[in-house]
């Protein structure tokens, strides 16, 4: 059996796939994945820093909560913190 991330993939996915391989990829569409290099109106900067296990859990539940993901609950608090000042 092959695998495939970990999981049995069958002949019948893999036909699928050399199908679709077969019939070309619109190549400008696959350039489009992975994180945006821009945010807003200029490249996006990575900025690092540590909290505790406690805050970030509870960074973690807010953002599922509100359906963001770490980085997308991490940007709009600061930018109300930012905008309340």
Request: proline share 2%; no cysteine; glycine share 8%.
């Given at each position: 059996?092959?695998?495939?991330?970990?999981?049995p993939v069958g002949d019948e996915q893999i036909q699928t796939?050399?199908?679709?391989?077969?019939?070309?990829?619109?190549?400008?569409?696959?350039?489009?994945?992975?994180?945006?290099?821009?945010?807003?109106?200029?490249?996006?900067?990575?900025?690092?820093?540590?909290?505790?296990?406690?805050?970030?859990?509870?960074?973690?539940?807010?953002?599922?909560?509100?359906?963001?993901?770490?980085?997308?609950?991490?940007?709009?608090?600061?930018?109300?913190?930012?905008?309340?000042?």
């Amino acid at each position: 059996m092959r695998m495939f991330n970990g999981r049995p993939v069958g002949d019948e996915q893999i036909q699928t796939w050399a199908d679709e391989a077969e019939a070309g990829y619109d190549v400008e569409e696959m350039r489009r994945r992975g994180r945006p290099l821009v945010l807003g109106k200029t490249a996006g900067s990575v900025v690092q820093f540590r909290m505790d296990q406690e805050l970030l859990e509870l960074l973690a539940r807010k953002a599922q909560d509100q359906h963001m993901n770490r980085s997308e609950a991490l940007r709009a608090a600061v930018r109300a913190w930012v905008d309340a000042a």
